[in-house]
């Protein structure tokens, strides 16, 4: 079996295919140009509790930096402001996210490893730091308060040796020196969540790897979780955990505001699966299945709300058409509904983007090319609500467009970000505001 890493990961699923019922609120603005002067590449976004925006991407002019703009809620979108140093690569993929406060915080990769920087509310960038030297392909998590991390792999197939490691900051505190979550012949991470009480979990898995002349086949998965509660400094790990049978890897895992956990991962049947843990830690509940496979998916994210309502969406593939679905569940009960389809009579979908806020509302957005290519957006007001009517927040004019960033809040404001090349063939990203 070849597993390869990429941002969005092909995986298999079947689907119970049921129509939500729609409810039409709230209004999109016009989309604005964010980049000037280079070409806008890689956007990030994020929102606080107040449905101030920021936004980060890579601008490359003569050297690639890292560009931002904010814009307070109900206001206009400010001044570009650079953030990094010329960059040492022209692949960054900058991540940022924001506290319900106000205060944002920026992860991004170049040649010289993980870069971070912080932009206190209302304030300027401060000045970026090299997080963690050499590193890279970084998973960055924080929390509605500000606590965060940063997890990352050490080797791969063609290593003997691999390590999962990880860097913590409490609200308001300093990073602590790399920890290590996990060693092993082949191993490597998968996803980390922060619930609110600052417990962090980071999924990773081992395999089997034979190489030769450049491919590698992996095999013989086994799938693992690390949990370090706030202010221990130590990663408890699960043991191995067994699916419905051998080979469960591809692990994703969300927290809710008491630190109840959950974990969704890959069978080797193909069925996503799915175990829960406790407020303290402690073993993994016996797996459940949330959807069977059939057909071919991309997974966008798994995610929980405060009380424990998780939603993961995905786009599912069929042999000619290809749909927008999000199947939703509690941590509580470790039980899922069928899921419904976000994209309406869309026929063709991809490059699936989901937002989750702290209290269920949620924002889902997508590359639509039935026939031209638009960028379509859906809304849900809170977990026990109904999605809302897909609609187009991109303007006709650009070419190549395609989502790259979405964030909501428990307001219900939100954020797509979209690039596309305008008129003058230049490589532009794009803000589009929902106002509840």
């Not at 990030?44 to 050297?63: C, P, V, Y």
């Not at 006709?396 to 003058?424: D, K, L, R």
Request: charged share 10%; aromatic share 8%.
């Amino acid at each position: 079996m070849i597993r390869i890493n990429i941002k969005a990961r092909l995986v298999y699923i079947a689907v119970t295919l049921l129509a939500p019922a729609y409810a039409q609120t709230g209004a999109w603005a016009l989309p604005v140009a964010l980049s000037t002067g280079g070409q806008g590449w890689e956007a990030a976004a994020a929102m606080d509790g107040n449905g101030n925006s920021i936004a980060l991407w890579d601008e490359r002019t003569s050297q690639d930096h890292i560009w931002s703009r904010s814009k307070s809620s109900g206001g206009t979108w400010g001044r570009v402001t650079q953030v990094s140093s010329a960059l040492e690569t022209t692949s960054v993929f900058p991540v940022v996210r924001m506290s319900a406060a106000g205060f944002a915080t920026a992860v991004w990769t170049d040649a010289n490893g993980v870069w971070t920087a912080d932009r206190p509310p209302a304030s300027k960038w401060n000045p970026p730091q090299l997080l963690v030297p050499g590193a890279s392909g970084p998973i960055f998590v924080m929390n509605s308060l500000g606590d965060a991390a940063v997890a990352w792999t050490v080797g791969g197939p063609t290593d003997p040796n691999s390590i999962v490691l990880a860097v913590v900051r409490p609200a308001g505190g300093s990073w602590t020196s790399q920890q290590t979550v996990a060693s092993g012949v082949h191993i490597t991470a998968d996803h980390a969540a922060i619930g609110e009480n600052g417990a962090a979990i980071v999924t990773w898995e081992s395999y089997t790897a034979v190489c030769s002349e450049g491919f590698c086949e992996l095999s013989n998965y086994l799938l693992y979780a690390a949990r370090q509660d706030a202010g221990t400094g130590v990663w408890v790990n699960s043991g191995t955990l067994l699916g419905p049978d051998a080979n469960s890897h591809d692990a994703r895992v969300a927290l809710d505001s008491n630190a109840r956990a959950i974990l969704v991962g890959l069978s080797g049947s193909g069925a996503y699966i799915s175990a829960t843990q406790g407020v303290a830690g402690g073993a993994w509940s016996p797996f459940n299945t949330v959807v069977d496979v059939q057909d071919i998916a991309i997974v966008s994210d798994l995610a929980s709300d405060h009380a424990g309502n998780v939603t993961m969406v995905y786009e599912a593939i069929g042999f000619s058409t290809s749909q927008a679905l999000a199947v939703s569940g509690t941590i509580s009960q470790n039980a899922w509904s069928p899921p419904v389809v976000l994209s309406g009579s869309d026929t063709s979908v991809g490059q699936v983007y989901f937002a989750l806020a702290p209290n269920g509302a949620a924002l889902a957005a997508w590359l639509s090319s039935s026939a031209t290519p638009e960028i379509h957006a859906v809304m849900r007001a809170t977990a026990a609500g109904t999605w809302n009517s897909p609609v187009t927040v991109s303007q006709p004019g650009s070419t190549e467009i395609g989502p790259e960033a979405a964030a909501v809040n428990s307001s219900g404001n939100a954020i797509v970000i979209y690039s596309g090349y305008n008129a003058a063939d230049v490589h532009t990203e794009y803000a589009v505001n929902y106002q509840p």
